[in-house]
Antibody, heavy 113, light 107 residues
Framework: EVQLVESGGDRVQPGGSLRLACAVS????????MHWVRQDPGKGLVWVAR????????SYADSVKGRFTISRDNAENILYLQMNSLRVEDTAVYYC??????WGQGTLVTVSS | DIQMTQSPSSLSASLGDRVIISCRTS??????LHWYQQKPGKAPKLLIY???TLPNGVPSRFSGSGSGTDFTLTISSLQPEDFATYYC?????????FGGGTKVDLK
């Protein structure tokens, strides 16, 4: 069974940092591109970042470019999102997503003073 | 960026109704269009991929059609567990984008 389990969400002050992790199982992690997608409370879905299967290439939404970094450890089957210079508008549930098919349960990031 | 226009944004329907949700993209996505169902407090669940293919385990009352820029999701006979919000999503080009959602509730 495919499983994606996010962790690392927390409440942080504006300007702070967090690192999210997504532990995967049930499939060959290194075969898939992975994404982070976020959802503002009560609102729609917004793509954040993607990384190719071997970690050599990544892309970002304009709203997070230069502040967030997506990475992966194919030996440990973990996807990461390093979030720096956090803003109030980054408050959301963050999901890791395999290609476009399987989603984790999400982890809540709250940026507030 | 590819803009996604989903309609309606909400609808009220009765059990057994046929429900149709539309999604239009601002430029062609060929068939790289997917549909998700989301219930409150839960992650989105894939319903249809590549415009018309049902993943294993998705009931056959769900169907998808379209290509290029115009797509539809049809629920042939609405069941109690189908009350949820539905999103379309294109994976044709970055940035990936999503429709604004269609909330289906009980009339």
């Amino acid at each position: 069974e495919v499983q994606l389990v996010e962790s690392g969400g927390d409440r942080v002050q504006p300007g702070g940092s967090l690192r999210l992790a997504c532990a995967v199982s049930g499939f060959t992690f290194s075969d898939y591109w992975m994404h982070w997608v976020r959802q503002d409370p009560g609102k729609g879905l917004v793509w954040v970042a993607r990384i190719n299967n071997d970690g050599s290439s990544s892309s970002y939404a304009d709203s997070v470019k230069g502040r967030f970094t997506i990475s992966r450890d194919n030996a440990e089957n973990i996807l990461y999102l390093q979030m720096n210079s956090l803003r109030v508008e980054d408050t959301a549930v963050y999901y890791c997503v395999r290609a476009s098919d399987n989603w984790g349960q999400g982890t809540l990031v709250t940026v507030s003073s | 960026d590819i803009q996604m226009t989903q309609s309606p944004s909400s609808l009220s329907a009765s059990l057994g109704d046929r429900v149709i949700i539309s999604c239009r993209t601002s430029q062609t996505v060929t068939t790289n269009l997917h549909w998700y169902q989301q219930k409150p407090g839960k992650a989105p669940k894939l319903l249809i991929y590549r415009a018309s293919t049902l993943p294993n385990g998705v009931p056959s009352r769900f169907s998808g059609s379209g290509s290029g820029t115009d797509f539809t999701l049809t629920i042939s006979s609405l069941q109690p567990e189908d009350f949820a919000t539905y999103y379309c999503h294109q994976s044709h080009s970055l940035p990936l984008t999503f429709g604004g959602g269609t909330k289906v509730d009980l009339k």
